[in-house]
């Protein structure tokens, strides 16, 4: 198998180059929601929003700004309790194990105030695993194995987005959540993302991506669900959805036009 | 009383020579705040950092109490510690009145309070970036803990040193804990105010001179912190 045959696996399966793994995690990607909703104060967020995702492929959430599809994507991962309804996961209610089998990539990359390669080693520790050959497997699979010894913050937004990835992709996720994670980044940067995010989903990795990039979801997309004021308006394949929306709303967003 | 010109020069050549009570003061003085300070991290930081990550019903008194305790008057903190420490207290069975170690225990008191405060801030800032990441690494109380406390190593470097000058330039709590007895318990500051007392400001100044450069050490210690953590982006 080539070298980067063997990295790239070592990287989507967890297993380690010294034979060291990730604990094994329950497949989750079959992801339900029931009447979702969320409340704070006395102003509904989210509403009765009820979904069966695919478990594979790539789920894009899109919407006009103030839909809810941050909120949505943080009340799927339990960043975010309900205020009513709730998510199964592979048919079961989210716990911790559940939890760990998922990783999240954040709109604005969180880097920890180390080097780039103890940023991927804190998320391996997290799982209980120390294995340099699986860190440097992914960072060069996000093409940052050249910059390991440097401070993560001296990295460029789409570097550090990159590391951002990298450290969801250590854990060897079963789903991966994304929020928005080429936002202000350089075509070439969201370029690179998306062609690690779609490595991710050939290996088997479920990802829920959100984004406001028509043209994102045309590359990217299996199926789309379309939010709007906190409801769920369409979710359908990504071809239908972006050719034929049922709704005004949906049909005015991909317009251009303001969404009421 | 002497002329200020002669004693200026004496105490100089006091520290030049490295005059022998002149050395064991100091060390006393050093040994007994950097073992303060030293106690002070290990019991503040990590409580700073609970505070700093965790929610719950009075926080915001627990905040106000840990502000207030800043400003903790040493002598009532050594007037504390004296009546514990007494015979007739409820730890006089120790026999540590008058020791160095009764002298690190008011000072403990003295600057816990301030490593907790800053440290709750600085760690709180930091958390406010990194939570959902940790929710969504799913890390136990005790990671985000030790991952807040490396991550803002250098500030809380910062916060040590100010709670270390507190320390070694205080000098009611130790006065009456220690008892300023000469080869025993008497440091920079008490022997500062004994020796202006009896007019014999030689030793007062040259310990003046000491106290000054730990003051501009520290303090160029905490800059250099500084520029080291911009310098490698952890700032």
């Known amino acids: ?64 700004n103030g839909a809810g599809k941050s909120l949505l994507l943080r009340l799927i991962h339990g960043l975010l309790p309900p205020s009513s309804g709730g998510v199964l996961w592979g048919g079961q ?35 209980g695993v120390r294995d340099a050959a699986r860190r440097d497997a992914l960072l060069d699979h996000v093409g940052l194995l050249d910059h390991a010894r440097q401070p993560a913050r001296l990295l460029s937004g789409g570097e550090q987005q990159r ?12 789903v991966m959540l994304m929020d928005e994670p080429t936002a202000s980044l350089d075509p070439a940067s969201v370029l690179k993302i998306e062609e690690i995010v779609l490595e991710a989903r050939a290996n088997g990795t479920k990802i829920i991506f959100v984004t406001h990039d028509l043209g994102q979801a045309g590359r990217l997309a299996d199926d789309i669900i379309f939010m709007n004021q906190g409801r769920l308006h369409e979710y359908g394949p990504s071809d239908l959805f972006l050719s034929r929306p049922e709704t005004q709303a949906a049909r005015d967003f991909l317009q251009g036009r303001i969404v009421a | 009383m002497q002329d200020f010109g002669e004693a200026f020069q004496l105490a100089v050549s006091l520290v030049l020579s490295g005059d022998a009570d002149l050395v064991e003061i100091v060390a006393l003085s050093l040994k007994v705040s950097l073992t303060a300070i030293g106690l002070a991290c290990v019991i503040g930081l990590p409580l700073g950092a609970i505070v700093a990550i ?3 019903p009075g926080r915001n008194a627990v905040l106000i109490l840990f502000n207030a305790l800043m400003g903790l008057p040493p002598v009532v903190v050594g007037l504390i510690v004296y009546l514990h420490l007494s015979r007739a207290g409820p730890l006089g069975f120790l026999g540590l009145l008058y020791t160095p170690t009764a002298m690190i225990i008011a000072q403990t008191i003295l600057i816990t309070p301030i490593v907790m405060a ?49 320390a070694v330039a205080e000098v009611g709590a130790v006065m009456i804990v220690g008892g300023n007895i000469d080869h025993l318990t008497r440091v920079m500051t008490t022997a500062i105010a004994l020796e202006t ?7 007062a100044l040259a310990l003046g001179m000491v106290l000054m450069v730990i003051a501009l050490g520290v303090n160029a210690m905490v800059q250099s912190l500084r520029m080291t953590a911009v310098r490698h982006a952890y700032a």
């Open chain 1, 93 to 127: 209610t989210l716990s911790d194990d559940l939890r760990r089998a998922q990783s999240m990539v954040f709109q604005k990359p969180v880097v920890l105030r180390r080097s780039v390669a103890a940023n991927v080693e804190f998320a391996l520790k997290a799982r």
């Open chain 2, 197 to 203: 007392s009896k007019g014999d400001l030689s030793l």
């Open chain 1, 1 to 64: 198998m080539p070298m980067r045959d063997v990295a790239l696996n070592t990287v989507m399966t967890g297993n380690g180059a010294d034979g060291a793994a990730l604990p094994m995690v329950p497949d989750i990607r079959a992801v339900t929601t029931s009447d979702l909703c969320l409340t704070i104060g006395d102003k509904p967020l989210i509403r009765d929003v009820s979904l069966s995702l695919s478990p594979d492929g790539i789920t894009m959430i899109m919407g006009p």
């Open chain 2, 54 to 56: 965790t929610r719950f």
């Open chain 2, 118 to 166: 800053l440290s709750r801030q600085v760690l709180e800032d930091l958390n406010a970036e990194y939570a959902e990441q940790f929710r969504s690494l799913v890390l136990s109380r005790w990671q985000q803990v030790r991952a807040l406390i490396w991550d803002a190593r250098f500030s809380l470097m910062t916060v040590a040193l100010a709670g270390f000058g507190r």
């Open chain 1, 163 to 174: 590391l951002s990835l990298a450290r969801a992709l250590a854990t060897a996720p079963k």
